[in-house]
Antibody, heavy 121, light 109 residues
Framework: ELQLVESGGGLVQPGGSLRVSCAASGFTVSSNYMSWVRQAPGKGLEWVSVIYSGDSTYYADSVKGRFTISRDNSKNILYLQMNSVRTEDAAVYYC???????????????WGQGTTVTVSS | DIQMTQFPSSVSASVGDRVTITCRAS??????LAWYQQRPGKAPKLLIYAASTLQSGVSPRFSGSGSGTDFTLTISGLQPEDFATYYCQQANTFPPRWTFGQGTNVEMK
């Protein structure tokens, strides 16, 4: 069974740091594009970041320079390091597998259950 | 960034109804569009990719169409489990600046 399980959410102060994790099973993180999507309370979905199978990383303008996506191939885990956190970063963070390449896009087909990040002093 | 405008933002419908949701991109995205369903408190679920291809395991009462800038998601014969929020999402930009529509809430009449 293909599965993603996020962890690491919690309370962080404005300006602080937090790392959320996403453990994959049933497939290999390093062979796929992997993405983070967030959803602020009562709001819609917002794409945050993607890491390509070739290690290229990309970010939404709202988090560029503050967040870093990475993966541990040996553990099959995806990470999102969040630095200089702002109140507007408070959200449920979902990781997802992306079926795509430079030539096609077949959507985010596997999602985790989400982990909640709360930003407050 | 490409803006995705979904309408209506909310629709009231009954079981058995046909529901159509529209998504309009601010510039052409070819067919690099996906549709997702999200039930309250749950993760999104992929329904349609490449604008019109049904994801494996998804009910055929869901269908997608469109290309360029205008796309539609149709639910034929609404079922109780279909009351949820639906999002379109484009992935036609490089470097990636993927964007979602604001969502359409399908609620029970």
């Amino acid at each position: 069974e293909l599965q993603l399980v996020e962890s690491g959410g919690g309370l962080v102060q404005p300006g602080g740091s937090l790392r959320v994790s996403c453990a994959a099973s049933g497939f290999t993180v390093s062979s796929n594009y992997m993405s983070w999507v967030r959803q602020a309370p009562g709001k819609g979905l917002e794409w945050v970041s993607v890491i390509y199978s070739g290690d290229s990383t990309y970010y939404a303008d709202s988090v560029k320079g503050r967040f870093t996506i990475s993966r541990d191939n040996s553990k099959n885990i995806l990470y999102l390091q969040m630095n200089s956190v702002r109140t507007e970063d408070a959200a449920v963070y979902y990781c997802s597998r992306v079926r795509g390449s430079h030539y096609y896009y077949h959507g985010m087909d596997v999602w985790g259950q989400g982990t909640t990040v709360t930003v407050s002093s | 960034d490409i803006q995705m405008t979904q309408f209506p933002s909310s629709v009231s419908a009954s079981v058995g109804d046909r529901v159509t949701i529209t998504c309009r991109a601010s510039q052409t995205i070819n067919n690099w569009l996906a549709w997702y369903q999200q039930r309250p408190g749950k993760a999104p679920k992929l329904l349609i990719y490449a604008a019109s291809t049904l994801q494996s395991g998804v009910s055929p009462r869901f269908s997608g169409s469109g290309s360029g800038t205008d796309f539609t998601l149709t639910i034929s014969g609404l079922q109780p489990e279909d009351f949820a929020t639906y999002y379109c999402q484009q992935a036609n930009t490089f470097p990636p600046r993927w964007t979602f529509g604001q969502g359409t809430n399908v609620e029970m009449k």
